[in-house]
T-cell receptor
Framework: AQRVTQPEKLLSVFKGAPVELKCNYS??????LFWYVQYSRQRLQLLLRHISRESIKGFTADLNKGETSFHLKKPFAQEEDSAMYYCALRGFSGGYQKVTFGTGTKLQVIP | DAGVTQSPTHLIKTRGQQVTLRCSPK?????VSWYQQALGQGPQFIFQYYEEEERQRGNFPDRFSGHQFPNYSSELNVNALLLGDSALYLC???????????FGPGTRLTVT
């Protein structure tokens, strides 16, 4: 079974403050983790993927297999970062993928 | 390319009825997945279609069924609707060889 937990429903930070959105996972195999973002009145879209190890819009996320975590971080929050963020895990069964999403965290950046 | 499109945008049905939702994938994509997103929840995987066959299924009852057509478009059918089926239904498409899913805008289903 694969499971993704996002403990915070809402995270409010001031503009310029650091941001950390938490994500923990459970998966028996080698996990592939993603962060998706949904801005107001827009579609759900991929933000970043752990394998890429890239920074997108100033966000980074490191996979910690020991702690089974994949927290999303940004050193200085911007107002345009306000959105819903979903952590997701891609697992495989029979050669086909299944993606499990967390319940999401709403990030509110206060001007 | 309009990306992933879904129809209808909104739908209101009565308990016990049946509903069909439609999805056209992004141009060039061959794999379609359906998700149910209840209010305040993350998307929950229903099933995935590739080569016109259901390849993966989440924890949804048999009342939820689907189909993929030769042009890769897909339908989600739900029979014997329950109040709890009220949700946003999302379609996502990708290439089978790729990890990146593109989501549609969703169909908002309300069951009364």
């Amino acid at each position: 079974a694969q499971r993704v937990t996002q403990p915070e429903k809402l995270l409010s930070v001031f503009k310029g403050a650091p941001v950390e959105l938490k994500c923990n996972y459970s998966y028996s195999g080698s996990p592939e983790l993603f962060w998706y973002v949904q801005y107001s009145r827009q579609r759900l879209q991929l933000l970043l993927r752990h394998i890429s190890r890239e920074s997108i819009k100033g966000f980074t996320a490191d996979l910690n297999k020991g702690e089974t975590s994949f927290h999303l971080k940004k050193p200085f929050a911007q107002e345009e970062d306000s959105a819903m963020y979903y952590c997701a895990l891609r697992g495989f069964s029979g050669g086909y993928q299944k993606v499990t999403f967390g319940t999401g965290t709403k990030l509110q950046v206060i001007p | 390319d309009a990306g992933v499109t879904q129809s209808p945008t909104h739908l209101i049905k009565t308990r016990g009825q049946q509903v069909t939702l439609r999805c056209s994938p992004k141009s060039g994509h061959d794999t379609v997945s359906w998700y149910q997103q209840a209010l305040g929840q993350g998307p929950q995987f229903i099933f995935q279609y590739y080569e016109e066959e259901e390849r993966q299924r989440g924890n949804f009852p048999d009342r939820f069924s689907g189909h993929q057509f030769p042009n890769y478009s897909s339908e989600l059918n739900v029979n014997a609707l329950l109040l709890g089926d009220s949700a946003l239904y999302l379609c996502a498409s990708r290439l089978q060889t790729s990890y990146e899913q593109y989501f549609g805008p969703g169909t908002r289903l309300t069951v009364t």
